[in-house]
């Protein structure tokens, strides 16, 4: 059943009437009658009024809406071609907004322990969210340069890989695509001189970062019929497992890991052989790594207010002051000699107690040469296909990895 047949299933079993469904979805009035008359639909109005409903208590009637979402978004006048992906590990979308007992009690262990506060309570509220698109809107940070580096190298990378493993690719998954500029980029790249149809999958743990990926999207690829649009809601790492099901059919896959992405996560050797379970003979997993002396000036404000985040939804004070940073020597026995940098917020009230320090962030930067020999070692069972040259010098650097022959 499409949406409107959903809506108009939900009025007439009474199970809300308009104003109730109105109220419980977070729309107004002329939002609800144009859904229901199978008007135009937004999918960050439509991701946020299934929020309203979780927050209030119908799950299940938010996940009816969505399947009905999924079924209409191909031939929806004016949405756009964007569906939904059904996670088996689905993630409520009222994690963001009011994050749970179980958030809040993490990051008090973490404070109270002097424990590393895990990385995806960055992205457990709307401003945190919001945090991190000031990040990629503020031209001093790592991540702008990224943006502007795929801007001037996307088509040359992957049509290198397309090249080397003699195949066209026609879906892209991103995970953490952010704000979705890296992808504008990408699929720019991709469609450029190309009839090809491709479907597009964005992966995150945060609805309003999806809907701003959508968004970049709608914009500017609106009614351009060779590109499907999907988003899915669930924990990259801890369920990569799942998604090759969720995804769906198999079709040449580019799969990207850009920006922070991989900086971030601990256990790169790891992480690397569970996402390799996802490829398939012709797929391509596309890495960018931040190399040694990336991260040799301060964090920008607009880093520093991402990263408090986590203390800032328990009530903890921001003052920029209060924060330190310690980069590590290169730890050779490591996957790719990563260096460490860790950054601590340092000395404050937290729970009536005096706290010297806690953990908010450890980012890794690479050996450039190590990570290329470590990573085709037999035991990993990667080929290089395809990666970055010059501006190295910017921190940046693309490794394009498919399965070994």
Not at 172 to 183: C, I, L, T, Y
Not at 254 to 265: A, E, M, S
Not at 269 to 278: G, H, N, V
Request: with cysteine; glycine share 8%.
């Amino acid at each position: 059943m499409d949406l409107r047949g959903v809506l108009n299933e939900i009025i007439t079993s009474k199970a809300f009437n308009k104003t109730e469904l109105i109220k419980a979805m977070g729309i107004d009035p002329k939002t609800l009658a144009s859904w229901m008359a199978g008007g135009p639909v937004r999918s960050t109005k439509l991701i946020e009024a299934t929020d309203c409903l979780r927050e209030s208590g119908h799950p299940a009637i938010a996940n009816k809406v969505l399947d009905g979402w999924r079924i209409s978004a191909g031939d929806t006048p004016g949405s756009g071609p964007v569906s939904l992906i059904m996670s088996p590990n689905w993630i409520s979308g009222s994690l963001h907004r009011n994050p749970p007992p179980v958030a809040r009690s993490a990051i008090d262990w973490s404070i109270k322990h002097d424990s590393l506060i895990e990385n995806i309570y960055l992205y457990h509220s709307d401003e945190g969210a919001q945090n991190w698109v000031n990040v990629c809107n503020d031209p001093d940070t790592f991540k702008a340069s990224s943006d502007g580096y795929w801007n001037a190298n996307a088509r040359m990378i992957l049509a290198t890989c397309a090249q080397e493993l003699n195949v066209v690719h026609t879906r892209v998954v991103d995970f953490g695509p952010g704000d979705g500029r890296k992808d504008v980029a990408i699929l720019d790249a991709l469609l450029q001189d190309s009839e090809e149809r491709i479907e597009f999958v964005a992966v995150d743990v945060n609805t309003s970062l999806l809907a701003t990926t959508d968004n970049a999207l709608q914009t500017r690829f609106d009614g351009d019929p060779r590109l499907t649009r999907r988003v899915a809601l669930t924990d990259f790492v801890t369920n990569c497992g799942d998604l090759g099901a969720v995804v769906g059919e198999h079709q040449p896959t580019i799969y990207l890991l850009l920006g922070n992405t991989f900086g971030n996560l601990s256990q790169a050797r790891d992480t690397l052989l569970r996402f390799k379970r996802l490829l398939k003979r012709g797929d391509v997993l596309i890495l960018e790594l931040r190399l040694q002396g990336s991260l040799d000036s301060e964090p920008s404000d607009a880093d520093l207010h991402f990263t408090f985040g986590p203390l800032k939804l328990l009530n903890v004070t921001f003052d920029r002051d209060k924060f330190a940073w310690k980069k590590g020597a290169p730890i050779a026995a490591q996957f790719g000699a990563p260096s460490l940098t860790a950054i601590r917020y340092t000395k404050f009230r937290y729970d009536d107690k005096d706290i010297p320090s806690v953990k908010l962030l450890h980012l890794r930067e690479y050996d450039r040469d190590a990570f290329l020999q470590d990573v085709v070692d037999p035991t990993m069972g990667f080929k290089v296909v395809g990666r970055s040259f010059g501006r190295e010098s910017d921190g940046h650097f693309i490794c394009a990895l498919a399965l070994a022959d």
